[in-house]
């Protein structure tokens, strides 16, 4: 019975997933060409290139014989099958009826020369998206979760043999957030915000002092910074080992704190995308 929970489950996230983004194009065709990195990279290499796009204007007016510019679904299939056909997942009738009537903003049923490399690529996204069984999309986000979590583990091993790895992984964050972090302004307001704290004056932060003022310094951002993050994050860059931060180093750990739980933050699509 659990097995047959989860196996409607993933078919659910990906019927979900195929819906969202069908109300996405539909919205927006700009938003095909905004995931067509969840096609396999030389399927989507192929559709991108400009050689597919000439090849879409030609074989499409080859077929428009009456030269009227639109094709139907029934004139689409045997053309789009065949300039999909190097691709390992079947296309269907049914696949090019119904994605030429969610296609079709004009509401005639037809797919114009125009339109007919973008209809391409859709039906290659959603086609091969709708093939993947849930466990193939299961294992894919498994792998992309794994992914993330090599990348954090290596970050934190580089920054920890060498705290000058911050700096050149910074690129990583958003510009803006990127641009504060590294600025003389925020530099001044960590030692003034440490000073303030540090009331014993004797240099060092715990991570419960220091979990305060990170959140209100980093509250900008778009993402959670928790007491967690504060805890598990001093353990890493404590070099001496007496579980604090110094002034001296605030500054730096802000931005180690800032990069590494915005890099465990992001969802695995959003890593991929980014990658």
């Not at 659910?12 to 096609?39: P, Q, R, T």
């Not at 789009?80 to 269907?92: C, G, K, N, P, V």
């Not at 009537?101 to 290659?124: K, P, Y």
Request: proline share 3%.
């Amino acid at each position: 019975e659990a097995a047959a929970a989860d196996e409607a489950a993933l078919q659910e996230a990906k019927e979900n997933e195929v819906s969202m983004l069908i109300e996405e194009i539909k919205a927006d065709k700009g938003a095909i060409e905004a995931n067509m990195h969840k096609l396999p990279d030389g399927v989507k290499e192929r559709l991108e290139s400009a050689e597919f796009a000439e090849s879409c204007i030609d074989k499409f007016k080859q077929v428009d014989i009456d030269g009227n510019g639109v094709l139907t679904p029934e004139e689409l299939f045997p053309i789009i099958q065949e300039m999909l056909a190097a691709d390992e997942w079947a296309i269907t009738m049914e696949h090019c009826t119904r994605f030429t009537e969610i296609f079709d903003a004009d509401g005639n049923g037809c797919i114009s020369v125009d339109e007919f490399h973008v209809f391409n690529q859709f039906v290659a996204l959603l086609s091969f998206i709708e093939a993947q069984s849930p466990e193939a999309a299961a294992a894919d986000e498994a792998a992309l979760q794994e992914a993330k979590e090599n990348e954090v583990s290596m970050l934190i091993e580089e920054i920890k043999a060498d705290k000058g790895a911050i700096e050149a992984n910074m690129h990583k964050l958003p510009d803006g957030v990127k641009e504060r972090l590294e600025s003389a302004e925020f530099a001044e307001s960590c030692i003034d915000k440490f000073k303030q704290v540090d009331i014993d004056g004797n240099g060092v932060l715990t991570p419960e002092e220091l979990f305060p003022i990170i959140q209100e310094m980093l509250a900008a951002d778009e993402w959670a910074i928790t007491m967690e993050h504060c805890t598990r994050f001093t353990e890493i860059f404590d070099a001496d080992g007496n579980g604090c931060i110094s002034v001296d180093e605030f500054h730096v750990f802000n931005q180690f704190v800032a990069l590494l739980s915005f890099i465990e933050a992001q969802s695995p699509e959003a890593a991929a995308a980014d990658e």
